[in-house]
């Protein structure tokens, strides 16, 4: 009768290969997710200061308008 039995060394080597294998790959997934969130996030805080700015703006018009009005009342 022959001995079937598989080799030991080999199984253990593609065990190995195949854990290495998993492991870049989730290291991949992890990487691309950081890199999505990171440009997510910087997409958003241009977008909020953008907006701040846009707010800042309409502030000191209003305040110049205000400004003007009561410097228009008083000259009447």
Known sequence: MTDASPDPVSDRDAYLKAQRQRNLFIALGLLGFVVLVFFISMTRMAAGLKHDAQMRQDYRS???ASVDAST???QK
């Open 62 to 64: 209003s305040v110049a």
């Open 72 to 74: 228009t009342k008083g």
